[in-house]
């Protein structure tokens, strides 16, 4: 099992800037795959980005796509989200999760530990 703790959501401007970071607990973290997931009222959860096991490959969802950028730091069990030009769309509680494996998973099923979630609010 994987432990998540995310941080570094909060309240923002509409064009402005915010990083996420998740710190895993875990023996060895490059046995997962990462994603970014937000979740708004009245909506579904919805993948945001998603990383390999390396950093080597990622994914974006089309909303996000040239504003975000996942990224994660192996050496510190760490995965970041890096939002920009945030709108007031992109308001939700953002959550990071882990899925074991070797690919790049996009589809909420295959996350099997989740984080407690990280308030974001974008004001227009």
């Known amino acids: 099992q994987v432990q998540l703790v995310e941080s570094g959501g909060g309240l923002v401007q509409a064009g402005g800037s915010l990083r996420l970071s998740c710190a895993a607990s875990?023996?060895?973290?490059?046995?997962?795959?990462m994603g970014w997931f937000r979740h708004a009222p009245g909506k579904e959860r919805e993948v945001v980005a998603a990383i390999n096991w390396s950093g080597g490959s990622t994914s974006y969802a089309d909303s996000v796509k040239g504003r975000f950028t996942i990224s994660r730091d192996n050496a510190k069990n760490t995965v970041y989200l890096q939002m920009n030009s945030l709108k007031p769309e992109d308001t939700a509680v953002y959550y990071c999760?882990?899925?074991?494996?070797?690919?790049?998973?996009?589809?909420?099923?295959?996350?099997?530990?989740w984080g407690q979630g990280t308030q974001v609010t974008v004001s227009s």
């Open positions: 875990v023996r060895t973290f490059t046995l997962y795959a």
């Open positions: 999760a882990a899925a074991k494996g070797t690919y790049l998973y996009t589809q909420v099923r295959l996350y099997n530990d």
